[in-house]
C-alpha cells in the first residue's frame, strides 16, 4: 500500500492526542492541531517559541526538564503526569509521553488531557468514605471479597463472595473448595503473606466456573498479617474467549482446506510437500507427487451446470481417497486439479501403482441426477529427490507431466522422467502378460530331484514354475514371482502349478514308479488365504494325491511376517498329514523360541551357504551349526544348491547326505525327469 503525505497530515491532526516536536533547546519545532486546541494557542505562536509556554512557571518548566526531558535524552522513553498552564492562565493534567527522535536530540512528546480523571479521583478522596460505603461498593461492582488469616481460618466474606461460595466465615478456607483436603499452593505462597507481591490465580470450579484472584497482604490492628482476595467472577469472560478460539480454529481451517471437498488447499499442500520433502531428507526415501486432471471436465460443466459439476468433483475427490494410504496427502489446487503427495516411497514404480489405481477408480461411471457421467483423468508424476528438490519445481515437472499425460490421449499416466514411464510400462505389459498366461496355461512345471547322496536314491523332487512367454520364451521366476506377488497374481499361479504337479504326481504313482516327496514352494499369500485349507483339500482329493506324498516349503521371512497368524495355519497343515520344510534357512531371522513352536520337520539350508563350502570357514561354521539345529530340533535337513562333489562330501561327512542340486540335475520337464530318475 502506498501511504500519501496528505493521509500523515490528516492523522496527525485529527487525532485526539497532542503532539509537539522541540529541539534540545526546548525550542518549538512542530505542533499539532489537537495541542494547539488543549492550550488555546495558534501554530504560530508556539512556533515562535519555546516550550515554558505550556508551563505553570518557569520553575515548573525547569523542574519538568530535569525530570523528563533529560531523561528523554538519555535514551529512556518516558510517561509522567504533569500539570500545565493554558493561553488564558487556566490549569490542567495532562498524560504526556516522551520519545527521542531524529539526529539533533529532538523530542516528540504527545499528551492528552486527562483533567477529567485527576478531578475525579481528588473528589474520590475528599469524601469520606467510611468501610461499609466502600464494602457496599465493592459488592455493587460484582467483585468478591475475601480475607483469610494466617491459620487459614475465613475471617471475611462479602456478599457477592457468599453468593458464590456460600457463607464459610470461620471455617478453614480450602474445606469449602470441592475436593481440596490441604491449602491449595496458592494459598501457601509466602509472598501474598510476607506482602511483597500481589498473585494472579486463576482456579475453575468443578462446576465450571472461572475466577481471577488478586491477592495480597494486610496488618491487622492486632499485628498478625491477613490476605485479602478480590475475586471476579470470570466465566463469561473466558467463555468469550473460548468463543474467539473456536472461530479462529474455524477460520484457520477455512484458510487450509478446500469448501466444495473438505481436502487441503494449496496453502496446506505447500506445507506438507515441504514437510515430506524435509522427512523424506532425513530418511534417504522418495516422495512422489501425482498431479491429477479431469479430461474433459469443463465440458460437462458447460453442459450439464456448475451444481452437477461441483458433485462431480465431489465424488470424484471420495474415489480418489479409497486410492490412498492414510499418510499420503490428496489437495484440491482448485477447479477439476488434485494433486497427491505420496511419502515414504519404496520403490518409484509404487507411484505407477498409485496411478493405475486411480485411472481404474475414475473410469467407473458416476451416476448424478439421472446423469451417468464418465471422467477420466490424466496423470503427471514428479518425484523428489530425483527431479527436484524445491516444492515449486516438483510441482512445476508434474503440471508438465500431466499435459504430456493429455497429449498422448489422455486417460493416462507420464512420469516427468519419461524412462520411468518406460519402466511402468514394461510393469504394466508384464503383468498384463501375466494375466493372459494364466489363461492361455503358459505356466509349466520344472522337477528338481533331491537325493539321499549317501545312498545315491531318489527321495523325491521340487516342483519349480517357468513361463513359456511366446516371444521371450522360458522366463525365471526370479523376474516374474515378486510382480505375481505385488500383483496378488501369485496365488492363482500357484493354485495352478500345485494342481500341475499334484496330477503328475499321482500320475507316476498309479503307473507303479517310485517319486518319493514332492516338495511345493508356498508364497506368503497363497499362505495367508482364508480359504488355503479347503482349497489345497480339495485339490488332494481331485488329483488323488496322498497327503504323506506332499511336502510344503516356506521362507523363514514368509512365517516371520506373521508368526502367530502362521503358527495357526501351519499347524491346520500339518494336522492334515502335510510336511513342512523351512526354505532358504538361515537367511532370515527366525527366533529359535518360535522355531522350536513351528510344526516344521525339515530345514532346507539355503544355497548361499552351500556355494563357498567347504573353502569357506564361515559358511562352514554356519552349515555345522544348522545341522546341529536340526539334530538338537529332530529335524530333518537338505541342502540346496549342491554343484560340485566336494560340496557333497563335506555335506554327508557333516551329517546332512540328503541333497538337491545341480550336481545331480537342473529343474527339468516331468518326461525327462521320469526318463533320468523314475525307471
Ligand atoms: P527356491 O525355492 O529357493 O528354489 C531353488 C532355486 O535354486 C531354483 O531356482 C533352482 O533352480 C535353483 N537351484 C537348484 N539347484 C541349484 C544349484 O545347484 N545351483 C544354483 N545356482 N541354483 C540351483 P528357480 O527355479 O529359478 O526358482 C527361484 C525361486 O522362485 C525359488 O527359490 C522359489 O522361491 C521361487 N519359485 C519357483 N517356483 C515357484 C512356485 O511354483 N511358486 C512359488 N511361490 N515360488 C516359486
Ligand atoms: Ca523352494
Ligand atoms: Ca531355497
Same mark, same amino acid.
Given at each position: 500500500?502506498?501511504?500519501? &503525505? =496528505? ?13 509537539? $516536536? ?8 512542530? $505542533?499539532?492541531?489537537?495541542?494547539? =486546541? ?29 525530570? @523528563? ?9 518516558? !510517561? ?67 480475607? $483469610? ?38 494459598? +501457601? ?39 485479602? =482476595? ?28 478446500d469448501?466444495?471437498?473438505?481436502l487441503p488447499n494449496r496453502?496446506?499442500f505447500t506445507?506438507r510437500l515441504s514437510?515430506a520433502m524435509?522427512?523424506a *531428507?532425513?530418511?534417504?526415501?522418495k516422495v512422489a507427487l501425482l498431479f491429477i486432471d479431469l479430461d474433459h471436465f469443463k465440458?460437462?460443466?458447460? !453442459? ?6 461441483? +458433485?462431480?468433483l *465431489?465424488?470424484v475427490s471420495?474415489r480418489l481417497q479409497?486410492c490412498i494410504?492414510?499418510?499420503d496427502t490428496l489437495a484440491r489446487l482448485g477447479g477439476d486439479e488434485f494433486i497427491l503427495i505420496l511419502e515414504?516411497l519404496?520403490d518409484v514404480q509404487d507411484a505407477s501403482r498409485v496411478a493405475t489405481k486411480i485411472l481404474n477408480a475414475l473410469s ?7 446423469? &451417468?457421467?464418465?471422467v477420466s483423468s490424466s496423470i503427471g508424476i514428479s518425484i523428489y529427490p530425483d527431479d527436484g528438490d524445491t516444492t515449486q519445481n516438483l510441482l512445476k515437472f508434474a503440471d508438465s507431466a500431466m499435459y504430456k499425460a493429455k497429449n498422448e490421449g489422455r486417460n493416462n499416466y507420464q512420469f516427468y522422467n519419461e524412462s520411468m514411464t518406460e519402466l511402468a510400462f514394461e510393469r504394466v ?49 526370479? *523376474? ?69 506324498? %506332499? ?14 497368524? @502362521? ?54 561354521? %554356519? ?10 530340533? +529332530? ?45
Open positions: 500500500m502506498q501511504v500519501h &503525505t =496528505e493521509w500523515l497530515e490528516q492523522i496527525i491532526n485529527n487525532s485526539h492526542i497532542g503532539i509537539l $516536536v522541540v529541539d534540545r533547546e526546548r525550542n518549538n519545532l512542530f $505542533v499539532n492541531d489537537r495541542l494547539c =486546541e488543549m492550550f488555546g494557542y495558534t501554530q504560530e505562536e508556539i512556533l515562535s517559541t519555546n516550550a515554558e509556554i505550556f508551563h505553570v512557571n518557569h520553575d515548573t518548566f525547569l523542574k519538568f526538564a530535569e525530570l @523528563a526531558f533529560d531523561a528523554v535524552l538519555k535514551g529512556e522513553p518516558l !510517561a509522567v503526569e504533569y500539570q500545565f498552564r493554558r493561553a488564558d492562565g487556566s490549569l490542567f493534567w495532562g498524560h504526556i509521553a516522551g520519545d527521542p527522535i531524529g539526529a539533533e536530540n529532538e523530542v516528540l512528546w504527545t499528551m492528552v488531557d486527562i483533567t477529567q480523571r485527576i478531578e475525579a479521583q481528588k473528589k474520590l478522596e475528599d469524601t469520606n468514605y467510611n468501610l461499609e460505603q466502600y464494602l457496599e461498593a465493592i459488592d455493587k461492582i460484582g467483585i468478591g471479597l475475601f480475607v $483469610v488469616d494466617e491459620d487459614y481460618t475465613t475471617r471475611y466474606m462479602n456478599k457477592t463472595m457468599i453468593s458464590w461460595f456460600g457463607n464459610q466465615m470461620g471455617k478453614t478456607c480450602y474445606s469449602s473448595v470441592a475436593g481440596l483436603t490441604e491449602p491449595c499452593p496458592y494459598c +501457601k505462597l509466602p509472598e501474598v503473606i510476607s506482602g511483597k507481591k500481589r498473585v494472579l490465580y486463576e482456579p475453575t470450579t468443578p462446576d465450571g466456573q472461572s475466577f481471577e484472584i488478586v491477592a495480597t497482604s494486610i496488618k491487622n490492628s492486632d499485628g498478625t498479617i491477613s490476605k485479602m =482476595e478480590f475475586i471476579r467472577n470470570v466465566t463469561d469472560q473466558k467463555e468469550a474467549q473460548k468463543k474467539l478460539q473456536e472461530q479462529k480454529e474455524k477460520f484457520d481451517y477455512q484458510a487450509h482446506h469448501s466444495l471437498t473438505g496453502v496446506l506445507d514437510q524435509e522427512k *531428507k532425513r530418511n534417504d526415501s465440458e460437462i460443466n458447460d !453442459a450439464l451446470g456448475h451444481d452437477i459439476g461441483d +458433485k462431480i *465431489k465424488q471420495q479409497g494410504r492414510e499418510e515414504h519404496v467407473a461411471s458416476i451416476t448424478i441426477e439421472g446423469h &451417468t457421467l464418465y505389459f508384464m503383468e498384463a502378460s501375466l494375466r493372459e498366461a494364466l489363461t492361455k496355461e503358459e505356466f509349466i512345471v520344472y522337477y528338481q530331484p533331491q537325493i539321499n547322496a549317501s545312498e545315491d536314491r531318489l527321495i523325491g523332487m521340487e516342483a519349480l514354475v517357468r513361463w513359456k512367454h511366446p516371444s521371450m520364451g522360458i522366463v525365471s521366476p526370479a *523376474k516374474f514371482i515378486p510382480l505375481a506377488e505385488s500383483t496378488g497374481l501369485i496365488v492363482q499361479i500357484d493354485r495352478y502349478v500345485m494342481k500341475k504337479a499334484m496330477m503328475q504326481l499321482s500320475q507316476w504313482y498309479k503307473e507303479g514308479l517310485e517319486p518319493g516327496v514332492l516338495a511345493m514352494n508356498l508364497s506368503a499369500s497363497q499362505l495367508h488365504q482364508e480359504d488355503f485349507i479347503e482349497v489345497f483339500e480339495a485339490l488332494l482329493e481331485e488329483t488323488e494325491c496322498k497327503a504323506e506324498w %506332499i511336502e510344503l516349503e516356506v521362507t523363514e521371512s514368509q512365517i516371520m511376517k506373521n508368526p502367530q497368524k @502362521a503358527i495357526r495355519i501351519l499347524q491346520e497343515i500339518s494336522a492334515i498329514g502335510i510336511e513342512l520344510a523351512v526354505d532358504d534357512f538361515g537367511t532370515g531371522y527366525s527366533s529359535l523360541a518360535y522355531l522350536k513352536r513351528f510344526p516344521i520337520n525339515k530345514l532346507k539350508i539355503d544355497q548361499e551357504f552351500v556355494k563357498d563350502l567347504p573353502y569357506n570357514e564361515e559358511d562352514s561354521g %554356519i552349515v555345522r551349526a544348522v545341522i546341529a539345529l536340526a539334530e538338537a530340533l +529332530k529335524l530333518h535337513i537338505i541342502a540346496e544348491g549342491v554343484e560340485k562333489e566336494e560340496q557333497k562330501k563335506f555335506l554327508i561327512e557333516n551329517g546332512c547326505k540328503n541333497i538337491q542340486g545341480y550336481l545331480y540335475s537342473r529343474p527339468i520337464e516331468a518326461d525327462s525327469f521320469k526318463e533320468k530318475f523314475l525307471l
